[in-house]
């Protein structure tokens, strides 16, 4: 079974990139988000996420460097799967590096890994990581395949994007799309994965996802960052917290029977 390193049965993994890019758009110091990482710690976060795309156009290398110094809780290093990302996490050996596709012109990360085309190159980016003690997730659209493909490759968890989920209109589409990711964290439990999920996660959206027992970890960031203009940055954490638990008590525990 799988020990995790806080009581929450189901984790909030808070995104810090949107405070950096905030930050850059100035160029200076403000507003800094280790801070930021630090008053997510202190509001429940379980973890802190934080993505070093090529272009350093959120978190900088020098950003992670105090992370690491600074959190208490778990990092998890966002990082496409190239050899100048590979050095930086073995460098810096956060608890978990997350495998994210990265396309120079994309405002966001758009879709999942393509696991199944992409297992020659992957493969090598999973054991090094592992080797270095990093536990590797992969990012991929809620398909079994895609599951029995990282599986195969010896990722210990994936990632569900839960993008086309958040972005459907609420009715049919958005149902047809949470059935997908149901039957993807059924089948990552199935299969021996560890199952997280992400991306455009909000208040409305977020119990549907928080209800499905089989997945441990949710990665929040833009929406988090948004609602702290408003509400501030702990408010708006805790009151994610809150719909995330409210959901979820509200589901029997997981047995693993069908
Ligand atoms: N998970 C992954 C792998 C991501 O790439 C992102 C966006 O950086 C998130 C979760 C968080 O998405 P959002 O910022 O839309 O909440």
Known sequence: MTRHPTPHALRLGVNIDHVATVRNAR?????????????????????????????????????????????????????????????????????????????????????????????DHLQRYIAELGAAGVRVSLFIDPEPAQLDAARALGAPVVELHTGAYCDAPEGAERDHELARIRRAAAHAAAIGLECHAGHGLSYETVGPVAAIPTIVELNIGHFLMGEALFIGLDAAIRRMRAAMDAAREAVPPWTGAP
């Open 27 to 119: 160029g200076g110091q403000h507003p800094d988000p280790v801070r930021a990482a630090l008053a997510a710690q202190a509001a429940g976060a379980d973890g802190i996420t934080a993505h070093l795309r090529e272009d350093r156009r959120h978190i900088r290398d020098a950003d992670i460097e105090r992370l690491m110094a600074s959190i208490a809780i778990p990092l998890n290093f966002e990082m496409a799967a190239t050899p100048e990302m590979l050095g930086i996490a073995r460098q810096h050996k956060p608890h978990a590096a997350c495998l994210v596709p990265e396309k120079r012109t994309e405002v966001t990360t758009e879709g999942g890994l393509d696991v199944i085309g992409g297992r």
